[in-house]
Antibody
Framework: QVHLVQSGAEVRKPGASVKASCKTS????????VHWVRQAPGGGLEWIGV????????RYAQKFQGRVTVTMDTSTATVYMQLNNLRFEDTAVYFC???????????WGQGTLVTVSS | SYVLTQPPSVSVAPGQTARISCGGD??????VHWYQQKSGQAPVLVVHDDSDRPSGIPERFSGSNSRNTATLTITRVEAGDEADYYC???????????FGGGTKLTVL
């Protein structure tokens, strides 16, 4: 059974960085892309970026280019998302998600709440 | 960049049919996926590749896609279907995943 388990809630000050983790299990890690999506309070879903665990190819939304880095550790089947230079508007729940056999996001983590507060 | 447009809200009485649209330039040429998100929960994929249902999703959920509009149809709507619904595509030109703004389905 496929599982994506994310790290716990974080609180950061403006200008700081945060690194969230997404530990996967129940499937061949290198076979499926893993994405990061966020949702601000009361807002919609916003795509952040993706990593191909087979080779490490990454692609980021233009809005986050230069501020976000998605990495992976194949030994633990874990994907990470680091967001730098945090702003108040980065307060959101951050989800990791694995694709299915196409480009749909079939499996989701439980979400990591990141709060940016002074 | 590619934009998906959804109505902010749709209301329907129990037992009736709800239709949620997702507009995009020549969206009929893309594969459209739909997600249901209930309050405080992670999204759930309910339709992928325009009209396919993942295992465990009721047949009441269906999708279509043509020209500039994709549609999620929910027949025999139940109170438990009340949620936010999002459409999503992969834009091959930018290699970006794009979400619509979401539609809040209210069951009257």
């Amino acid at each position: 059974q496929v599982h994506l388990v994310q790290s716990g809630a974080e609180v950061r000050k403006p200008g700081a960085s945060v690194k969230a983790s997404c530990k996967t299990s129940g499937y061949s890690f290198t076979r499926y892309y893993v994405h990061w999506v966020r949702q601000a309070p009361g807002g919609g879903l916003e795509w952040i970026g993706v990593i191909n665990p087979s080779g490490g190819y990454t692609r980021y939304a233009q809005k986050f280019q230069g501020r976000v880095t998605v990495t992976m550790d194949t030994s633990t089947a874990t994907v990470y998302m680091q967001l730098n230079n945090l702003r108040f508007e980065d307060t959101a729940v951050y989800f990791c998600s694995r694709v299915g056999e196409d480009t749909a996001l079939e499996y989701w983590g439980q979400g990591t709440l990141v709060t940016v507060s002074s | 960049s590619y934009v998906l447009t959804q109505p902010p809200s749709v209301s329907v009485a129990p037992g009736q049919t709800a239709r949620i649209s997702c507009g995009g330039d020549n969206i009929g040429d893309k594969s459209v996926h739909w997600y249901q998100q209930k309050s405080g929960q992670a999204p759930v994929l309910v339709v992928h590749d325009d009209s396919d249902r993942p295992s465990g999703i009721p047949e009441r959920f269906s999708g279509s896609n043509s020209r500039n509009t994709a549609t999620l149809t929910i027949t025999r709507v139940e109170a438990g279907d009340e949620a936010d619904y999002y459409c999503q595509v992969w834009d091959n030109n930018s290699d970006h995943w794009i979400f619509g703004g979401g539609t809040k389905l209210t069951v009257l």
